[in-house]
């Protein structure tokens, strides 16, 4: 059996370099040496690279301008059997996409109500912040386990999972076998205006994006290290698999259930849906500078000569600062430190969500919560991200399972007691309840081994499986 190392008590705070105390500073000097060396011998190749991206920016910010939420795909759970080639196209090209009706309305209701009597019976649960509730310190409610191994849910997320591929045919992955991880949840008033920053942010590390120890290590961005951005694939899945981050669950896409009917200002999602255009600048613009800066820095508005190419010259030598990441916190952006984002113009709005829709964004794509909720309802959502079976992510249900088991907080998560003395708090019994008669919730919980005698299965797939229940403790 794994062990479970706590982290510190703490909550959801700490994971922003601006909230936690930490100002966002050049990294240490080994991070211009380390710049340096990533383009050693491209560094033409690597600002022609980055020139034709500006312009590229351009044209594709034109197109999220006229079309605003439009731009973000949509479908009906009862449709995923058979999707279109549209949705497939523009989920991939967006990054982020809306399955409707995954979890019926009426059900999605009682669950949240099912969580306001949880989280009333245990007052002394965790939340932020202290004086005013809106994130809650949950992995193990009732409600959570139920949308967790819900067997909708499980389809929803084999279909998400089935847009990645693999160059590698042996690589040890199937996205055909989600696996469960135990996020948190947030449950925002009407007129709340939150005081912990969920502006423009990439979640799953900050510097370790450009570490050779961290994304590095498996060559996710090569292609635009190389100087050819356009060549960059965000959906090849072989490549993450050893990625060495501050997250121990390989999350190939972040989502939300929503439990609420929620409109844009009333507490919802942003997300930047320029997936590959965003991703190859926000890991270039770090190398470079600009000529000369804008001409009325005040004014809130960039002026085409300030954000032209010819402004912009890949540095010489390179500085240790990689704008808005720090060690062991997300990745946070701004319009300063990222101007061709233009992040107040291509950050949208989710389309309306409601009761049972679930969200899922990419994990490298920029999101964002409004600051301020203007609505007359409650903002409620599960944060329920999508994740492959892969070795790593079994090493990681074997610690996530020892925590629930014991009431903790996932391991992952800031430590403390967590639900340990919540009236309440599911076992095994629930989640074998919650998978509706169908054992997918409890096998993807790593509460049921894998059966890798089944129809149907890869080689590969049957090694993966026998691998996972071997860290899993089913073999010996």
């Known amino acids: 059996m794994a062990t479970h190392a706590p982290k510190k008590p703490g909550e959801i705070s700490d994971a922003f370099a601006s909230v936690s105390g930490l100002m966002q500073k050049s990294l240490e000097p080994r991070f211009a040496t380390l710049k340096s060396d990533l383009i050693a011998g491209k560094e033409d190749a690597l600002e022609k690279s980055f020139h034709r991206l500006l312009e590229a920016l351009r044209e594709e910010i034109a197109v999220i301008k006229a079309l605003g939420s439009k731009v973000i795909p949509e479908i009906d759970f009862r449709d995923i059997k058979d999707s279109s080639s549209v949705f497939s196209t523009e989920y991939k090209k967006r990054g982020a996409a809306i399955i409707r009706n995954v979890i019926p309305p009426v059900e999605a209701m009682e669950m949240k109500e099912e969580l306001q009597k949880y989280i009333a019976a245990n007052p002394q649960t965790k939340a932020f912040p202290k004086d005013n509730p809106q994130v809650y310190e949950l992995f193990w409610s009732p409600t959570q386990i139920s949308a967790r191994c819900h067997p909708y849910l499980l389809a929803a997320q084999r279909f998400l999972l089935s847009h990645c591929h693999s160059k590698d045919a042996q690589a040890l992955v199937s996205t055909a076998h989600p696996t469960i991880y135990a996020d948190r949840l947030h449950i925002r008033s009407p007129g709340d205006s939150i005081n912990f920053p969920l502006d423009p942010d990439i979640s799953g590390g900050g510097p370790e994006r450009w570490e050779p120890v961290g994304y590095g290590h498996t060559r996710v961005y090569d292609s635009i290290w190389q100087g050819c951005w356009e060549d960059h694939d965000p959906w090849e899945i072989s490549s993450r698999l050893g ?100 992040l107040q113009s291509t950050m949208v709005h989710l ?111 049957r090694e993966l499986f026998d691998r996972a229940n071997k860290v899993l403790g089913f073999y010996d």
Request: charged letters at 20%.
């Open 351 to 461: 389309p309306e969500v409601r009761p049972g829709d679930y969200v899922a964004w990419h994990c490298d794509q920029i999101y964002a919560v409004d600051r301020e909720h203007r609505g007359i309802a409650d903002s409620s959502v599960l944060y329920i991200p999508a994740c492959p079976l892969t070795v790593q992510n079994a090493e990681f249900l074997a610690r996530q399972r020892q925590a629930f088991l014991a009431g903790l907080p996932c391991p992952d998560f800031q430590g403390g007691i967590g639900e340990a003395d919540h009236v309440g708090r599911p076992g095994v019994a629930e989640v074998e309840k919650a998978s509706q008669g169908k054992n997918a919730g409890m096998v993807a919980f790593g509460l049921e081994e894998w059966d890798s005698t089944a129809a149907g299965l890869s080689e590969t797939q």
């Open 243 to 342: 990625i060495k981050s501050d997250c121990s669950m390989f999350r190939a896409a972040q989502g939300w259930l929503s439990l609420s009917t929620i409109k844009a200002n009333e507490g919802t999602l942003l997300v930047n849906p320029m997936l590959k255009h965003a991703t190859a600048y926000s890991l270039l613009r770090p190398f470079f500078s600009a000529k000369s800066g804008p001409m009325n820095p005040g004014s809130g508005v960039l002026d085409e000569s300030f954000l032209s190419p010819d402004n912009w010259v890949l540095d010489c030598p390179q500085t240790s600062w990689v704008q808005g990441a720090s060690p062991g916190k997300d990745h946070e952006l701004t319009d300063v430190l990222y101007p061709h984002h233009e």
